[in-house]
């Protein structure tokens, strides 16, 4: 298990973790989706549990074993883990929001398959989800006072700025505690073991932690949030 796992410095506390990523269905068999597959946020879960934390881990369309001692709520839609993830928020001192969540979603759904029926393509119209983070950000004086909000953000740099500038951006645009921003492209990030990331902080803070296993990197950032939780074992 690792030092960690000595340390119970979650003891008495509620994790919620989304994981995975978010289909978005066209009709019953066709759907967006993206290729995230759960493995970071299952091990935030695992290192949470580790660490004493009581884990609710809302799952959204993921391959693996489920992490021994979480409630897992499973869920398909960027719509349902909305929900689920509110529901779980609501008694929560730590939401980590790992999932990949679509950011539209068809505008509307056929109750049959869509025939090819020899015609042109049809055009898919997309509506936009609601930012989850964002709205739990929005309303954090609803919840327990200091609970602590956690974002995921893979980026990959571009005209709008470099990978830190769009993380430092994200972060202060969704009013999150903690970014964890994560450089993708060229094998690094999704469907990987390994990971490398920049924590940024709400109070200006700045933790590079360096390419690792998925799980150490989920100690790391449990360390920055076991930091920054107030109160008894805070
Ligand atoms: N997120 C969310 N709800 C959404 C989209 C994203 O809660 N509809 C969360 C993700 O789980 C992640 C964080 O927001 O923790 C950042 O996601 P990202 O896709 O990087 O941010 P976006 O605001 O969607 O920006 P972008 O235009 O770069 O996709
Ligand atoms: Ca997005």
Redesign the pocket.
């Known amino acids: 298990l690792g030092p960690a796992a000595a340390r119970p410095d979650l003891a008495g506390r509620h994790v919620v973790v989304?994981a995975g990523g978010t289909r978005e269905h066209l009709d019953p068999v066709r759907f967006l989706g993206n290729s995230s597959s759960g493995r970071q946020g299952y091990a935030l879960a695992r290192a949470a549990l580790a660490r004493g934390a009581r884990v609710t881990v809302v799952a959204a369309n993921v391959a693996l074993p489920d992490p021994a001692g979480a409630t897992v709520v499973r869920v398909t839609s960027?719509l349902d883990?909305?929900a689920a993830?509110h529901a779980a928020a609501a008694e929560a001192d730590v939401v980590v929001?790992?999932?990949?969540?679509?950011?539209f979603r068809p505008a509307k759904r056929a109750d049959h398959k869509i025939k090819k029926a020899g015609g042109p393509p049809i055009p898919v119209e997309l509506e936009?989800?609601?930012?989850?983070?964002?709205?739990?950000c929005a309303t954090r004086e609803r919840r327990p006072a200091g609970q602590l909000l956690?974002?995921?953000?893979?980026?990959t740099g571009g005209p709008d700025g470099s990978v830190l500038e769009?993380g430092r951006a994200?972060l202060a645009?969704?009013r999150?505690d903690l970014?964890v921003v994560n450089e993708v492209g060229a094998g690094r990030g999704f469907e990987v073991e390994h990971n490398a990331a920049v924590v940024l902080g709400a109070d200006g803070s700045a933790t590079t932690i360096e390419h690792t296993t998925k799980d150490l990197l989920a100690h790391r950032v449990l360390d920055l949030v076991v930091d920054r939780l107030a109160g008894p074992g805070g």
């Open positions: 989304s960027a883990l909305g993830v929001m790992a999932a990949a969540v679509a950011d936009p989800n609601p930012d989850v983070l964002a709205e739990l956690v974002g995921f953000a893979a980026e769009l994200k645009r969704k999150a970014l």
